[in-house]
């Protein structure tokens, strides 16, 4: 059977010593399929268009615009429902485009990513190469991330352009900020160790810590973004960010000796004795890499610990310059920074308070659910929250045993369009469960979930899978936040809305957020609650 049909966008820039390499092994690909090699050359003033040309690539040429730029082009340019990326200086091994394309046979997978391989003999890019498999390592563990790099990946076209492509405003570092993006709108990314590139490493000193305060500039602006990345992801080992705050101790103590020295030896010993526990404590995180590397390369392992240095102090440097200077334009989307911390203080004070009143009534719940019909008290369903990550949701029961696979028969038989939310006059409420929710008490237990971090008091309503798999591109924005007990839904009319409706309401809570709109929607959620407007 012949294999689905790809498109390769390769973007160049003045790539003149390497672009026929990189065309020649497309072409020369094992894939049982048709291809077409896009490379769209960015504004160069050397022969990269008549290169790539002439090795066998459809060119397109465009202004000077950046990566991000280029590769939008050719993501609109290209006709597959696949678009694979790779970069000019990249040598795709001759069974990537398999290797690269085949997790998208799954219908839920919308990007893979793949990896670096190097001839070169540098120490220094012997080094980046064993830095990268670390991480390698680390993604291997994960079976869904949220990190893709570019050199080396496939995308779905469709998910690609409808949440709308790179950013041309990230001059760099636009692959991260484009697969956060999709991580928090629910998408499944997926990591292909066997889909590899072969590529020029930075070969020197020099050009490795440039390269590394460059990352470091833009790594602040994602961030900026996506704050919750700065925590964690699913790529960056997290002893990283640990050295570069230890890095700058250390230059901080030398700096402290150097200058102390004028008040006397004391101030000078106290400067460079803070310097030397920091750098002996930086020397000590960099133990294991080096163990990992003395395996594979001694040379490299004997001088990693000064290197893994450098990376850390250009990384400082980058990220010094990145929050001195922000880039114009680039502001973040969702709960960012403070209000985000002040959202979650909100939420386990509300919890708290929440479960203790839970505490004084649940006795009694329990014991008319119990005398209302048989099955456990508590109902347990698997719901979608932030970035489409699955948890347990908690409700008292409110139905009957086997209620929740009754629902598309009923949803059927009422004329209802898939996806149905809730049921008029539902059939397999329990009378109890009538009460229940009527006053919204069955929601008492997901005071636990907020208190977990699975929920928060206030946002859009968890949704089941089934629901979030009629999702368009759209609708997945408002995966990007916590789920909560109440939100705009619940007070601006609740099960009487559709589903475009209720995410129209959600996404102008997300954009336009602020605590104290949290505080009204909880204030206006007891009155509608009491009234019982949309319960079912």
Not at 2 to 23: E, H, K
Not at 122 to 130: G, P, T
Not at 151 to 170: I, M, W
Not at 368 to 375: N, T, V
């Amino acid at each position: 059977m012949t294999a689905p049909p790809l498109a390769v966008v390769v973007p160049a820039y003045n790539a003149a010593d390497t672009i026929t390499g990189c065309v020649t092994a497309l072409r020369q690909q094992h894939y049982d399929g048709p291809v077409t090699i896009l490379v769209v050359d960015d504004g160069s003033t050397d022969d990269t268009a008549a290169l790539a040309r002439a090795a066998g690539a459809t060119v397109i040429t465009t202004p000077r615009g950046r990566p991000s730029a280029a590769r939008n082009v050719g993501a609109r340019a290209a006709t597959a429902d696949i678009v694979c990326f790779t970069d000019a200086d990249c040598m795709p091994r001759p069974d990537w485009l398999s290797e690269i394309s085949t997790p998208l046979a799954d219908l839920a997978v919308v990007a893979a990513k793949g990896t670096y391989a190097t001839r070169q003999r540098s120490l220094v890019a012997r080094f980046v190469q064993l830095e990268y498999e670390d991480k390698y390592d680390r993604l291997r563990r994960q079976p869904t991330i949220d990190f893709i790099d570019t050199y080396s990946c496939a995308y779905r076209r469709d998910v690609l352009l409808g949440n709308g492509g790179f950013d041309e405003r990230f001059h760099y570092l636009e692959d991260q900020e484009l697969s956060f993006r999709l991580a928090a709108r629910g998408y499944r990314m997926v990591f292909r160790p066997a889909a590899v590139v072969e590529h020029r490493h930075s070969a020197t000193l020099r050009a490795y810590l440039r390269k590394k305060a460059t990352i470091g500039y833009w790594k602040v602006q994602v961030v900026r973004r996506f704050p919750g990345q700065a925590v964690r992801d699913s790529h960056t080992p997290q002893v990283m960010k640990l050295q570069i705050v230890l890095a700058a101790l250390v230059l901080a103590g030398l700096a402290a000796g150097l200058t102390g020295w004028a008040l006397g030896w004391a101030a000078a010993l106290w400067g460079w004795g803070a310097g030397g526990a920091a750098a002996l404590a930086f020397l000590l995180t960099t133990l294991p890499f080096v163990a990992k590397a003395w395996g594979k390369d001694r040379a490299v392992a004997a001088v990693a610990p000064g290197l893994l240095f450098g990376r850390a102090a250009a990384l400082g440097w980058g990220t010094l310059h990145g929050l001195a200077a922000p880039r114009p334009g680039i502001g973040g989307t969702g709960i960012a920074g403070p209000q985000r911390a002040a959202k979650r203080a909100l939420d386990i004070g509300g919890a708290v308070g929440g479960l203790l009143v839970t505490a004084v009534v649940a006795p009694v719940l329990a014991l008319l659910i119990r005398l209302d019909s048989p099955g456990p008290i508590l109902f347990r369903q698997e719901r979608l929250g932030e970035g489409g990550r699955p948890f347990t949701m908690l409700k008292f029961r409110t139905m009957r045993v086997g209620a929740a696979e009754q629902m598309p028969a009923l949803a059927a038989a009422q004329g209802l369009a898939e996806p149905a939310l809730k049921l008029a006059d539902d059939p397999r409420l329990t009378p109890v469960g009538r009460f229940l929710r009527r006053w919204s008490l069955d929601e008492l237990p997901q005071f636990w979930n907020v208190l977990r971090g699975e929920m928060s008091l206030v946002g859009p309503r968890p949704e089941e899978p089934r629901v979030v798999a009629y999702y368009s591109e759209w609708h997945r924005r408002r995966l990007a936040v916590r789920p909560g007990i109440t939100g705009p839904m619940q007070i601006g009319g609740r099960a009487d809305l559709s589903l475009d409706e209720r995410t129209r309401l959600d996404l102008e809570y997300i954009d336009g957020y602020s605590l104290r709109r949290d505080i009204a929607i909880l204030l206006h959620t007891i009155p509608v609650a009491l009234r019982g407007m949309g319960a079912r």
